[in-house]
């Protein structure tokens, strides 16, 4: 067309191609929008770090010391957390227990569910008692409406359950495949950053962590938290995995009730309660979990092989650490245990890996072995070094003082390190010998002293 229908002046008419906005974009006008943050100061714009002012906002608490304890203390303002675990777990109830202790004494709080309607959630809210009355439910998998009721809820803390089940629209997968919950991610991450609202991501994960979601995220995320636990068995172990604004591999516990998660205040109290004093192939061992010293029960059972392969089995321990632990004791005790059948199992369905527990494991497999009982009131710490020697553990005398603390009358300790330091000191502390430390610079004379 030459002339202009509405001005009459002619080839003033020029083509334009529609380009349409990219992911980014459209996310990023989507979510920055509304954001007050954003308002400050260009996104873009570097700015030199005595300029920068830091966050108004203290941590806030959960209404759970034991999860505040993971957490580093309580919620930092913008963080986003992914909790994760297997489904079944009592992640969603461990969730909206939180919700209904922000909402009660924080501020308004967003439950977003793409797994349950909003009748369910209120059937389960019911169950643990929650009142809510600034507790927000909504159904929903689409991403936009999400940001949406955030903007106009402005709550204290978002809760997204799942991520697994969240549809960014502009991405044509399907919910829970890799593309949509990486990118879901991020807009959630961006969606924190800028309006400084803590959100909560639930993700779902088997035993080999195979799920694409939690696996593929924790790189992304502030903190990864995940619960544990055998699911026939009571206790819950919410675990510090990865944590920005804290110590990581810290460790919170929880019993399962019908009215929802209760706090273990003091776990290896708990963990040794039906421990049996009688009974060979036993040893007590304490394990740090973070900056917790965890006292739980270690295991052995040694039988004949009855077929021409002698098997080992394990439950909570590393199963190459077993093998290891029976040729020391093979080569270095001189205890034949390789043509037997060796179990191990950590009681409570805990999943320990510190190597602190070697001499533990070690001396329940000597002790069923030679059917010799190790004393009840002895608690047991050390490395096992590939030579027989024990080597030094990290805080030890946390470890130490946590056992005497529990009732435990000996404890028998590594000499290298701070071992034989520690000694003096106990001895010192505890002149009336009801507590007495023990040191062993071999597995051999340690287990010589065990099982005297």
């Not at 709080?109 to 008692?129: C, F, H, N, P």
């Not at 959630?188 to 993700?203: D, E, N, R, Y």
């Not at 999943?351 to 000597?366: Q, R, T, Y």
Request: hydrophobic content about 40%.
């Amino acid at each position: 067309m030459g002339k202009c229908p509405d001005c009459g002046a002619w080839n003033t008419l020029e083509e334009v191609v529609d380009v349409p906005q990219s992911p980014a974009q459209q996310r990023r006008q989507s979510i920055m929008a509304a954001s007050p943050a954003s308002n400050s100061h260009h996104p873009h714009t570097p700015i030199v770090l005595p300029h920068i002012k830091p966050l108004v906002q203290e941590r806030i608490s959960v209404g759970y010391p034991e999860m505040d304890r993971v957490l580093g203390g309580g919620l930092v303002a913008g963080s986003l957390i992914l909790v994760g675990g297997e489904p079944g777990i009592g992640k969603s109830t461990l969730l909206l227990q939180i919700s209904g202790e922000i909402a009660k004494n924080v501020g308004p709080v967003l439950y977003v569910s793409g797994e349950e309607s909003i009748e369910q959630i209120k059937m389960r809210a019911e169950r643990l008692d929650i009142v809510g009355e600034q507790l927000y439910l909504l159904a929903a998998i689409e991403l936009d409406l999400i940001v949406e009721s955030v903007n106009r809820v402005k709550p204290a803390m978002v809760i997204v359950d799942s991520i697994q089940t969240v549809l960014a629209s502009h991405l044509t997968a399907a919910p829970g495949s890799i593309s949509q919950v990486r990118e879901c991610t991020l807009q959630l991450m961006q969606l924190a950053k800028t309006s400084q609202i803590p959100i909560l991501v639930i993700g779902h994960v088997t035993k080999e962590g195979t799920v694409a979601g939690p696996k593929a995220l924790e790189h992304i995320v502030d903190a990864v938290l995940y619960l544990e636990g055998e699911r026939y068995h009571s206790y819950r172990l919410l675990r510090g995995v990865k944590n920005r604004f804290g110590a990581t591999h810290e460790i919170g516990v929880f019993e399962m009730h019908g009215e929802g998660l209760i706090e273990v205040t003091n776990p290896s109290a708990v963990f040794l309660s039906d421990r049996m004093s009688n009974a060979s192939g036993s040893a007590v061992v304490v394990s740090m979990e973070g900056t917790r010293p965890l006292l739980v029960e270690v295991q052995a059972l040694v039988t004949p092989s009855n077929f021409g392969n002698p098997r080992s089995t394990t439950n909570g321990i590393d199963h190459n650490r077993l093998v290891m632990l029976m040729a020391v004791l093979t080569k270095r005790v001189g205890l034949a245990v390789g043509g037997h059948d060796v179990y191990a199992n950590v009681v409570g369905g805990f999943n320990i890996e510190e190597p602190s527990i070697d001499l533990g494991v070690a001396a329940a497999i000597a002790s069923s072995y030679r059917e010799k009982l190790i004393p009840a009131d002895m608690a047991l710490i050390g490395e096992v070094g590939l030579s027989g020697e024990l080597r030094a553990v990290s805080r030890l005398s946390l470890r130490v003082r946590e056992a005497a603390k529990l009732g435990f009358k000996r404890c028998l300790i590594p000499s290298a390190g701070q071992g034989n330091k520690l000694h003096h000191e106990i001895a010192e502390t505890y002149p009336e010998e009801d507590f007495r430390v023990i040191t062993a610079s071999t597995l051999a004379v340690a287990l010589e002293i065990a099982l005297h």
